[in-house]
């Protein structure tokens, strides 16, 4: 990798604006490779604290493995009052990372690269061109640097005009005895129902007899009081047997589907992360879709190239990415019905490839057979109001 600031003037080579999932893949990749390039990471939180979760579907080996500290073989799926539909795949498991692990793991390599900085409790007031490289304007100071790399999540009005928000609230518990929970089995979408406030459905992940991350999630066409989301938590956990148990975290979220077109930024100013269309339009999932974006931008890094945007999607995935977000957008009472179907009508592996970016055309036939014609009919004759995003920038 190059010995020399990438601009004469520049204090840093880089500057990578946040320092969550995107801004450490990023950051811990060049640590752990010994990078030569002189990096600053700004995060406006002061700690790092077990606030979230990571899943997806891989098969028992891969790269990330030494961060996954559960997998479930079966997975459950079910509309409200009718019998759950289990399935399981040979080849893939539903894995989970807990941000705890993240965040060490790449807090630790950052530490011990000596040209790699993270600064805590520092927000970002302006950025602007300062010669070939820019200024950043922080809470604590100014920082010059040859390239930006800009990281944070969207703003409140770009998350809002997304075609759907999926937001989540949960808790992690441990209760009091065994008996209530199946240690080898994820809940993925059960008690699947539509109400006034959306499609609701229930996520478990169970990390043993006694212990469990227990979530309540809505797809809707609006933001959410989290009033909803309190009483929705409340009411399974009391349905469940679940609420005498002894709280060990909480988390919660509001996910964009199918955001528009990335938020502007300045010429120059690469975009990653949320923000910069690393989530999957049709379910949320980001974490492999990151890393495989990190390991491309430090590929390019280390050849002496520029910083890399999220890649976009290939045009088959957009376009049914694009068309099943449609189609909810257009009747959320139709997603219980729709889920349901997917999961029970087309073969296990393919429902995984096709949620993984993995799909092959034999896999989108697969899915495509499992679903009911008529409304993806119609989905094809409407015309959005906007154009779904994308995945991805240029």
């Given at each position: 990798m190059n010995n020399t600031k990438r601009s004469g003037s520049a204090e840093h080579d880089l500057v990578i604006i946040g320092g969550g999932c995107a801004g450490l893949s990023l950051a811990g990749r060049l640590a752990s490779q010994g990078s030569r390039l002189s990096v600053a990471v700004l995060e406006t939180r002061s700690d790092y604290r077990?606030?979230?979760?990571?899943?997806?579907?891989?098969?028992?080996?891969?790269?990330?493995?030494q961060l996954v500290s559960h997998r479930w073989s079966r997975w459950l799926v079910g509309r409200e009052n009718r019998?759950?539909?289990?399935?399981?795949?040979?080849?893939?498991?539903?894995q989970y990372v807990r941000s705890v692990d993240f965040y060490q793991t790449h807090l630790a390599a950052i530490e011990r690269h000596p040209l790699i900085d993270l600064h805590r409790s520092t927000s970002v007031n302006a950025i602007e061109r300062q010669g070939k490289g820019w200024r950043i304007e922080t809470s604590r100071g100014s920082l010059t640097a040859a390239e930006v790399l800009d990281t944070r999540p969207?703003?409140?009005?770009?998350?809002?005009?997304?075609?759907?928000?999926?937001?989540?609230?949960g808790v992690e518990i441990e209760l009091d005895q065994d008996g209530h929970l199946e240690p080898d089995c994820v809940e993925l979408m059960t008690q699947l129902r539509h109400d006034r406030d959306g499609l609701y459905f229930t996520y478990l992940l169970p990390f043993g007899t006694r212990r469990a991350l227990v979530e309540v999630t809505r797809f809707s066409n609006r933001p959410l009081d989290q009033d909803v989301l309190d009483h929705d938590l409340h009411t399974v956990l009391a349905q469940r047997g679940l609420d005498r148990?002894?709280?060990?975290?909480?988390?919660a979220g509001c996910l964009p589907m199918g955001l528009p077109d990335a938020e502007a930024s300045q010429p120059g100013i690469v975009r990653a992360g949320m923000a910069g269309g690393a989530l999957r339009p049709s379910s949320g999932y980001a974490f492999l879709r990151i890393q495989a974006w990190a390991a491309r931008c430090l590929q390019r890094l280390q050849s002496g190239g520029p910083l890399l945007g999220q890649a976009r999607d290939p045009r088959l995935?957009?376009?049914m990415d694009g068309l099943f977000l449609r189609v909810l957008a257009d009747d959320?009472?139709?997603?219980?019905?729709?889920?349901?179907?997917?999961?029970?009508?087309a073969h296990p592996d393919s429902v995984v490839r096709f949620l993984s970016d993995q799909a092959g055309p034999g896999d989108y036939l697969n899915v495509?057979?499992?679903?009911?014609?008529?409304?993806?009919?119609?989905g094809l004759c409407l015309s959005?109001?906007?154009?779904?995003?994308?995945?991805g920038s240029s």
């Amino acid at each position: 990798m190059n010995n020399t600031k990438r601009s004469g003037s520049a204090e840093h080579d880089l500057v990578i604006i946040g320092g969550g999932c995107a801004g450490l893949s990023l950051a811990g990749r060049l640590a752990s490779q010994g990078s030569r390039l002189s990096v600053a990471v700004l995060e406006t939180r002061s700690d790092y604290r077990d606030d979230r979760s990571w899943c997806f579907f891989a098969p028992p080996r891969h790269r990330h493995e030494q961060l996954v500290s559960h997998r479930w073989s079966r997975w459950l799926v079910g509309r409200e009052n009718r019998a759950l539909i289990e399935r399981q795949s040979r080849r893939f498991s539903y894995q989970y990372v807990r941000s705890v692990d993240f965040y060490q793991t790449h807090l630790a390599a950052i530490e011990r690269h000596p040209l790699i900085d993270l600064h805590r409790s520092t927000s970002v007031n302006a950025i602007e061109r300062q010669g070939k490289g820019w200024r950043i304007e922080t809470s604590r100071g100014s920082l010059t640097a040859a390239e930006v790399l800009d990281t944070r999540p969207p703003g409140r009005a770009h998350l809002e005009s997304a075609m759907l928000l999926q937001t989540f609230k949960g808790v992690e518990i441990e209760l009091d005895q065994d008996g209530h929970l199946e240690p080898d089995c994820v809940e993925l979408m059960t008690q699947l129902r539509h109400d006034r406030d959306g499609l609701y459905f229930t996520y478990l992940l169970p990390f043993g007899t006694r212990r469990a991350l227990v979530e309540v999630t809505r797809f809707s066409n609006r933001p959410l009081d989290q009033d909803v989301l309190d009483h929705d938590l409340h009411t399974v956990l009391a349905q469940r047997g679940l609420d005498r148990h002894r709280q060990i975290r909480r988390e919660a979220g509001c996910l964009p589907m199918g955001l528009p077109d990335a938020e502007a930024s300045q010429p120059g100013i690469v975009r990653a992360g949320m923000a910069g269309g690393a989530l999957r339009p049709s379910s949320g999932y980001a974490f492999l879709r990151i890393q495989a974006w990190a390991a491309r931008c430090l590929q390019r890094l280390q050849s002496g190239g520029p910083l890399l945007g999220q890649a976009r999607d290939p045009r088959l995935q957009s376009l049914m990415d694009g068309l099943f977000l449609r189609v909810l957008a257009d009747d959320l009472s139709l997603a219980p019905a729709l889920f349901s179907q997917l999961f029970e009508r087309a073969h296990p592996d393919s429902v995984v490839r096709f949620l993984s970016d993995q799909a092959g055309p034999g896999d989108y036939l697969n899915v495509i057979r499992s679903l009911p014609r008529r409304p993806f009919l119609r989905g094809l004759c409407l015309s959005p109001n906007r154009s779904w995003s994308v995945a991805g920038s240029s």
